[in-house]
């Protein structure tokens, strides 16, 4: 291990480190505008330089590997006027317009100019103008502030994996630009604004809507996919204005997809902010009052086995464990948390869960994804598989429809069939899997949601057993969850109880009028047609399609406006925070139901949000653990391996990644950009 | 890997794989210049757009990687060049040694401003950085030969001598 002296302290560091990593690690703070860690060095800026000692040139930290007895100097007047230098020239060609700028006051240019820049420029001469790009509804470019650092570029070819910015030309006529005007074909596309250190690329919808410093900040965690990326809100005056990925190594590092970025402004339209009546066919607006009574009558007045509750795809474990609570004081059964039908092992947590962990995937050595589309599904999760794949070129097969995951992968066919014949051990891939020391097995939520989910469950749950994939220290049988609320429901256990029907039982029941009284709470992605003749309370924060066949509309309040505890794919329990109050007279979820229990005669056991937690903490500890991944779950097998496949081909589940909830089916944004992908 | 062969037809076949050959075959995107330079010669003298997407797909490397380097280096042109392209050096040793009056000269004969190409489509005019033949400066490339020591009057007598010759 190598040892150098930075501005005269001795420090060791690892065989490879590069001097800016060292003088990190010693505390000593280098400007940089190209360099990042998740990208590889580029070395154009030379924001970095610093000084070694016998050496007559200064050097670029970045890119300079640590060798033995180095001395370091990053604080003498040659470094300090070298970066002054390299101050003057970036900003020779800068048009100086913070004043409109968004960047303006988080801006790493300014930061530095001001830190290490001259306090004067010196320079008279004409500046040279470059003319904006259009990258589509996403993101803005003034490229004449761009400096060139690259970031973006290597960003969208590293991370991304689709190349589709680059520079064109050199020097002075040097421009970043884009493979096709419009659009960037890119789930992660946003992220290139959070790395653009100037204001060459910032936000298009956030366009001139605020100052940073005028924003309050509330760090919360994701649920438009079931990844639970860590998130910023940035909030003013009680509307979510921008929401930004916090780092979280374990989960989405330091990225996060377009949709949960952008779908922020359908949080401001569509939205229920107050309780609604039907009254012969219309809708009234009226009273908590009434509309709770209105509930509690209907509810009373219906038999148990003729009254069910289905959670949606955005609810917290708190709203779900308070509905649960009621329907099943009153001796309802059918009460279910897989509103797409998904085949789950009720009391199986191994087999709703990714059980490798989403850092487990920098470990796997072999890769089989089962119906799923992993890129539309959870765009951040890919973005591992990809980046493993670049580390360890690992072997990637896909049993499911073809589509650009932006790594090779062996195309098995979209049949399930296949399963069959891996499980067995039949197929070439198996042996691929067998060989592998961390095999990596990715069901898609989409596949257990068919007619043969427990079918396909369970020969894939064989299959982790015939490679070997399914063990006490690696446990690389994995499902990936579409939905922000699913894990959560199954972890409650939130499934029909004897005799009670299932999502796809409620429905049946409901068109053949064997239905009386369904509570959906947030259930938009079913058939509303269904409950057409049922008494249909819906609780939820948009008019969508739950909403649209209710006789009680509860407004409650969205992920951005309640406390609320979220269950990712892997199981792991996080608390998303709110940065305001919901809108009107929308309420917490938690709490319309203990207010409607009141109602009914029969309260709830608890009053307060703690009262709830230590209720959910006492049912299923682990998901007290907040942001632990739970205990591995056991290694029983479950699904049906032994029925028969249907013959219809694994499907594309996620056809349009800009709008599969509520919100960002609200969202003009996410609108703009499935019609910029669909023109391109 | 896709394209090779309607982008090297016939002979250039030889002469691409020849190319390919002088680099490991995990590193084949290594021959991406000299092959761009191929695909420029076969291809009058420029690269338009689908050759130099068809050299990406030949290789396996991003479209855009490939245009990067086409507009990154002055030997290749990313829109139409005249048969003969006139390169007249103007860094400080040329233009000491009277770079000015071969432009001038050259800019007479041909009847074009630097950048342009005359009408008949056979010389485009183009100043450029130092060709790194000071010694003898002033100094004009055409095509890939370099023309020395010339003056104004040299540079039009040369250019009036190609004219006639196309000519007949
Ligand atoms: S647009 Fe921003 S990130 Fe991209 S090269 Fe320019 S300054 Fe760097
Ligand atoms: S940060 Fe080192 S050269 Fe840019
Ligand atoms: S200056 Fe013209 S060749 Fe060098």
Not at chain 1, 194 to 209: N, R
Not at chain 1, 357 to 365: E, Y
């Given at each position: 291990m190598p040892t150098l002296s930075i501005d005269g302290t001795e420090i060791e560091v690892a065989e490879g480190t590069t001097v800016l990593r060292a003088c990190e690690q010693a505390g000593v703070e280098i400007p940089r505008f190209c360099f990042h860690e998740r990208l590889s060095i580029a070395g154009n800026c030379r924001m970095c330089l610093v000084e070694q000692v016998g050496v007559p040139k200064p050097l670029a930290s970045c890119a300079m590997p640590v060798t033995d007895g180095m001395q370091i100097l990053t604080r003498s007047e040659r470094v300090q006027a070298a970066r002054e230098g390299v101050m003057e020239f970036l900003l020779v060609n800068h048009p100086l317009d913070c004043p409109i700028c968004d960047q303006g006051g988080e801006c790493d240019l300014q930061d530095q100019a001001l830190y290490y820049g001259r306090v004067r420029s010196r320079y008279r001469e004409a500046k040279r103008a470059v003319t904006d790009k259009d990258f589509g509804p996403l993101v803005k470019t003034v490229m004449?502030?761009?400096?060139?650092?690259?970031?973006?570029?290597?960003?969208?070819?590293?991370?991304?994996?689709?190349?589709?910015?680059?520079?064109?030309?050199?020097?002075?006529?040097?421009?970043?630009?884009?493979?096709?005007?419009?659009?960037?074909?890119?789930?992660?596309?946003?992220?290139?604004?959070?790395?653009?250190?100037?204001?060459?690329?910032?936000?298009?919808?956030?366009?001139?809507?605020?100052?940073?410093?005028?924003?309050?900040?509330?760090?919360?965690?994701?649920?438009?996919?079931?990844?639970?990326?860590?998130?910023?809100?940035?909030?003013?005056?009680?509307?979510?204005?921008?929401?930004?990925?916090?780092?979280?190594?374990?989960?989405?590092?330091?990225?996060?997809?377009?949709?949960?970025?952008?779908?922020?402004?359908?949080?401001?339209?569509?939205?229920?902010?107050?309780?609604?009546?039907?009254?012969?066919?219309?809708?009234?607006?009226?009273?908590?009052?009434?509309?709770?009574?209105?509930?509690?009558?209907?509810?009373?007045?219906?038999?148990?086995?003729?009254?069910?509750?289905?959670?949606?795809?955005?609810?917290?474990?708190?709203?779900?464990?308070?509905?649960?609570?009621?329907?099943?004081?009153?001796?309802?059964?059918?009460?279910?948390?897989?509103?797409?039908?998904?085949?789950?092992?009720?009391?199986?947590?191994?087999?709703?869960?990714?059980?490798?962990?989403?850092?487990?995937?920098?470990?796997?050595?072999?890769?089989?994804?089962?119906?799923?589309?992993?890129?539309?599904?959870?765009?951040?999760?890919?973005?591992?598989?990809?980046?493993?794949?670049?580390?360890?070129?690992?072997?990637?097969?896909?049993?499911?429809?073809?589509?650009?995951?932006?790594?090779?992968?062996?195309?098995?066919?979209?049949?399930?069939?296949?399963?069959?014949?891996?499980?067995?051990?039949?197929?070439?891939?198996?042996?691929?899997?067998?060989?592998?020391?961390?095999?990596?097995?990715?069901?898609?939520?989409?596949?257990?949601?068919?007619?043969?989910?427990?079918?396909?469950?369970?020969?894939?749950?064989?299959?982790?057993?015939?490679?070997?994939?399914?063990?006490?220290?690696?446990?690389?049988?994995?499902?990936?969850?579409?939905?922000?609320?699913?894990?959560?429901?199954?972890?409650?256990?939130?499934?029909?109880?004897?005799?009670?029907?299932?999502?796809?039982?409620?429905?049946?029941?409901?068109?053949?009028?064997?239905?009386?009284?369904?509570?959906?709470?947030?259930?938009?992605?079913?058939?509303?047609?269904?409950?057409?003749d049922t008494f249909t309370v819906y609780q939820g924060h948009h008019a969508d399609r739950g909403a649209r066949y209710a006789d009680v509309v509860l407004p409650g309040a969205a992920y951005t406006e309640q406390a609320a505890t979220y269950v990712n794919t892997e199981g792991r329990p996080q608390q998303a925070r709110p940065a305001h109050p919901p809108p009107g007279d929308a309420r917490p979820d938690w709490k319309i139901l203990v207010a409607l229990a009141r109602e009914l005669g029969s309260p709830l056991p608890y009053e307060s949000l703690d009262g709830l937690r230590s209720r959910i903490a006492a049912a299923v500890p682990h998901l007290a653990h907040i942001d632990q991944l739970p205990p591995p779950a056991p290694l029983a097998p479950f699904g049906d391996p032994d029925g028969a496949l249907d013959a219809a081909p694994f499907e594309e589940m996620v056809p349009d990644y800009y709008r599969t909830c509520p919100i960002s089916r609200a969202s003009a944004t996410m609108a703009a950009c499935a019609r910029a992908v669909a023109d391109a | 890997m896709s394209g090779g062969a309607e982008l090297f037809p016939g002979p250039d076949r030889d002469a691409a794989e020849e190319i390919l050959g002088r680099y490991p075959t995990a590193h084949r995107q290594s021959a991406v210049l000299p092959l761009l330079d191929l695909a420029q010669r076969r291809h009058g003298g420029w690269l338009p757009p689908a050759v130099v997407d068809a050299v990406g797909d030949y290789l396996g490397m991003p479209s855009m990687r490939v245009r990067e380097l086409v507009t990154f280096y002055s030997m290749f042109h990313d829109r139409p060049v005249g048969r003969y392209l006139v390169q007249v050096c103007r860094t400080t040793p040329c233009w000491l040694r009277g770079s000015d009056e071969v432009l001038a000269g050259a800019r007479e004969e041909l009847g074009i401003a630097p950048g342009e190409t005359t009408p008949d489509g056979r010389f485009t005019l183009v100043e450029v950085e130092c060709l790194g033949a000071c010694a003898d400066a002033p100094v004009v490339q055409i095509n890939d030969d370099y023309h020395e020591r010339l003056d104004g009057e040299r540079m039009r007598a040369w250019l009036r001598d190609r004219r006639r010759a196309e000519d007949d």
């Open positions: 004449t502030r761009c400096i060139h650092c690259t970031r973006c570029v290597r960003f969208m070819d590293e991370v991304a994996g689709v190349p589709e910015l680059g520079t064109m030309g050199r020097g002075e006529d040097m421009e970043i630009v884009a493979a096709l005007d419009g659009c960037l074909h890119s789930e992660l596309s946003g992220n290139v604004v959070d790395l653009c250190p100037v204001g060459a690329l910032t936000s298009k919808p956030y366009a001139f809507a605020a100052r940073p410093w005028e924003l309050s900040h509330t760090e919360s965690v994701d649920v438009l996919d079931a990844a639970g990326s860590a998130i910023r809100i940035d909030s003013r005056d009680g509307r979510v204005l921008r929401v930004l990925p916090r780092v979280n190594e374990e989960i989405n590092e330091e990225w996060i997809g377009d949709r949960s970025r952008y779908a922020i402004d359908g949080l401001a339209v569509r939205r229920l902010d107050r309780p609604w009546l039907r009254e012969g066919g219309a809708f009234r607006p009226v009273t908590w009052e009434a509309a709770l009574a209105a509930v509690a009558t209907a509810l009373q007045a219906a038999a148990p086995e003729r009254t069910a509750a289905l959670m949606g795809d955005l609810p917290g474990l708190e709203g779900m464990t308070a509905l649960a609570d009621l329907m099943r004081a009153r001796g309802v059964a059918s009460v279910d948390c897989r509103q797409d039908g998904g085949a789950f092992g009720p009391g199986e947590p191994a087999s709703w869960r990714f059980n490798a962990g989403i850092a487990g995937i920098d470990r796997a050595d072999a890769l089989l994804l089962i119906g799923t589309n992993p890129r539309r599904e959870a765009p951040v999760i890919n973005a591992r598989f990809r980046k493993r794949w670049r580390a360890a070129g690992i072997p990637v097969a896909r049993a499911g429809p073809v589509t650009d995951l932006t790594y090779p992968v062996t195309e098995l066919g979209a049949a399930p069939q296949v399963l069959a014949e891996l499980a067995e051990g039949s197929h070439p891939f198996a042996d691929v899997l067998e060989r592998a020391r961390y095999p990596l097995i990715v069901v898609g939520s989409g596949a257990l949601a068919r007619p043969d989910g427990g079918v396909v469950l369970g020969l894939a749950r064989r299959l982790a057993d015939t490679v070997g994939a399914a063990g006490p220290v690696w446990n690389g049988f994995s499902v990936l969850q579409r939905s922000a609320a699913r894990a959560g429901g199954l972890e409650l256990g939130i499934v029909p109880a004897d005799g009670g029907l299932d999502a796809g039982g409620m429905l049946a029941a409901a068109r053949a009028g064997g239905l009386d009284f369904v509570y959906l709470l947030g259930a938009d992605e079913v058939d509303p047609d269904a409950f057409r | -």
